[in-house]
């Protein structure tokens, strides 16, 4: 079967705010200049917003430049933030630090980023956008030059043997003569890209953490709609980076959430259990006392910031928001930037479109607002590597006294270079979970929607099937079993009592962290069949 072929101006890879933010772009410079441009946008949610997981609260500004009338458009910003709350927490107690001036939110607005998305798909579409949601962009297209001409879908109905099986389609080929990867966070085929046009050649690695989130709905009395709060220490040790978000909105909605960073040494460490046993802190606790976990999920972000920014762009297209990696760590935001880098691009593209061979997207978004604000950030997150105290100090002299002017750039490097063996490091005991508060991998995943079709090829792939046990397994304890949110990972035994790694695909949440985080880089994450994944509500 021959694989259809669609050809557009412009193919968009993800309907996150970045590709979105660019589609919309798009369409408005053409409608302004009266010109037809084509625009698709795939996405490998079920529906646009599917995939969506994030704090959050929204800084607003990109939205106001794209649609300064997004009130009377009804976005779905309803809920001001109102008031912040940053705190150290210890075993024992808690410690109100001052808000330092990037984690004050006035101004902002406590979201789902999901049903924004879901707002700004709708604005697309009415705009005439083609939104492909439930199909996944699995293959990067050439010209005969080695320009990028578009992406591939994948075929649906390949079973678990790679043979075709009675529900077979094959992929459709989308054409385009530029196109927009906006895959978010450690992108599959933005990884591929990297690789081919050498993108990284002039950047600091790229340093991520891992966000794990729930939805609850809490004790009315207890909601405070507006608040944001933030904790830092425990119950991570002083050496690992990450911290808690606690933010109300909606309708006595709460979300909670925690961030690990994956530069995390001890392999024993699980960022789930770490989330869980924060819960039962005993300034926290009381939050979350007769209320109702509703949704759960996770997902890697960007923490690398200016250092680790790639080359953005190479023949036949551009790499915009978390794909090139736009997050400001120390805001923990990065949707706005996400936005603005895709209008940034699409305005460039939209130059390119007309003949104007010159227009350059970096050098546009180096003279755009992103620039500077992640400039300004560059040197706190890494500073952390030394230590939550070091960190914290040095936070507030490049903060306070040299306002992001440092004359030096700390450097990053990658997360996985910093597992520890096994053998150098202390095992950590993980309290039961309660089933009240605190949870078990399980049932968590059971509240993200997730689903797969079972009888497909796995989509995370083992470059060396044997590193499982020979490496991961007996140096590093199999970190996999610990990292994963999703518990895609386990160490069972072979009738002949040996070691065996099974990977239960089907739960997986598409967080990427294993991607990241496995010590050799043996993991390669591709896209399973359009549609599979998580279906986040609100998230
Ligand atoms: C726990 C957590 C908390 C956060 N809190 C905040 C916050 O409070 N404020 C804030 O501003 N930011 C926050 N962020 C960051 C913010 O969510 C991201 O910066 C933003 O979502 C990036 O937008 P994006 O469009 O680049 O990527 P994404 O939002 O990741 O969207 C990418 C889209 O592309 C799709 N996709 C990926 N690959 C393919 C493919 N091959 N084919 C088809 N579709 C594909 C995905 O399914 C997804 O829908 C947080 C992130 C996390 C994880
Ligand atoms: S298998 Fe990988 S991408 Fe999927 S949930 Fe687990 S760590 Fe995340």
Aim: hydrophobic fraction near 40%.
């Amino acid at each position: 079967m021959q694989r259809e072929r669609m050809t557009y101006d412009v193919v968009i890879v993800g309907a996150g705010p970045a590709g979105l933010a660019a589609a919309i772009r798009l369409k408005q410079l053409a409608s302004q200049a009266s010109r037809d441009v084509s625009v698709c946008v795939v996405e490998k949610g079920s529906e646009v917003g599917a995939h969506i997981l994030s704090g959050a609260v929204f800084e607003p500004r990109a939205l106001g430049e794209l649609f300064p009338d997004w009130r009377q458009r009804g976005a779905p910003l309803t809920t001001p933030a109102a008031k912040d709350r940053f705190l150290l927490l210890t075993a024992r107690g808690a410690l109100r630090l001052p808000v330092p001036p990037q984690m004050r939110n006035r101004g902002n607005y406590i979201i789902s980023l999901g049903n924004l998305c879901r707002w700004l798909g709708k604005e697309a579409e009415a705009l005439g956008v083609e939104i492909y949601p439930g199909f996944a962009a699995a293959e990067i297209l050439y010209d005969e030059g080695g320009r990028v001409a578009g992406v591939a879908t994948g075929a649906m109905g390949v079973g678990k043997d790679g043979k075709e099986t009675a529900n077979f389609q094959p992929g459709a080929e989308l054409r385009a003569r530029e196109t927009l990867f906006a895959e978010g966070c450690r992108g599959s085929l933005t990884k591929l890209l990297e690789a081919r046009f050498d993108l990284r050649r002039d950047c600091d690695p790229q340093s991520y953490g891992l966000g794990i989130k729930e939805l609850w709905e809490i004790d009315p009395a207890k909601h405070r709609a507006g608040l944001a709060v933030h904790t830092i220490g425990w119950p991570l040790d002083h050496r690992t980076y990450g911290g808690s978000f606690l933010y109300h909105f909606d309708k006595n909605l709460l979300a909670a959430g925690f961030v690990v960073g994956l530069d995390y040494a001890n392999p024993y460490l699980s960022p789930f259990e770490e989330f869980q046993r924060f819960k039962t802190h005993r300034a926290i606790r009381g939050l979350f006392e007769g209320g109702k976990r509703i949704a759960y999920g996770a997902r890697a972000l960007n923490e690398g910031g200016f250092q680790s920014i790639p080359a953005l762009a190479f023949p036949g297209g551009l790499v915009i928001g978390d794909a090139a990696g736009f997050l400001n760590a120390p805001k923990l935001k990065g949707s706005h930037t996400a936005m603005k880098s895709g209008m940034v691009a699409a305005e460039t593209v939209f130059k390119r479109l007309a003949g104007d061979a010159k227009a350059d997207y970096r050098s546009a978004l180096e003279a755009s607002w992103v620039w500077p604000e992640l400039y300004a950030a560059r040197n706190i997150r890494p500073a952390f590597r030394c230590g939550l105290w070091a960190g914290l100090a040095h936070a507030a002299f490049d903060t306070y006294i040299l306002r992001g002017r440092a004359p030096w750039t700390l450097r990053q490097s990658a997360d996985f270079e910093h597992l520890e063996r096994a053998i150098r490091a202390k095992p950590i005991a993980y309290p039961k979970p309660d089933g009240k508060i605190t949870f078990d991998r399980l049932s968590s995943v059971f509240l993200s929607g997730v689903s797969h079709e079972e009888n497909q090829p796995p989509h995370l792939r083992l470059r060396n099937p044997d590193a499982a046990i020979a490496v991961n397994y007996a140096l590093y304890a199999a970190p996999e079993t610990r990292y994963c949110p999703a518990g895609v990972y386990e160490i069972l035994t072979d009738p002949a009592g040996r070691p065996r790694l099974q990977i239960n695909a089907a739960n997986c949440v598409h967080c990427k962290s294993c991607d990241i985080k496995d010590p050799t880089q043996n993991i390669d994450w591709t896209v399973p069949e359009g549609g599979g994944g998580p279906n986040y509500p609100n998230m």
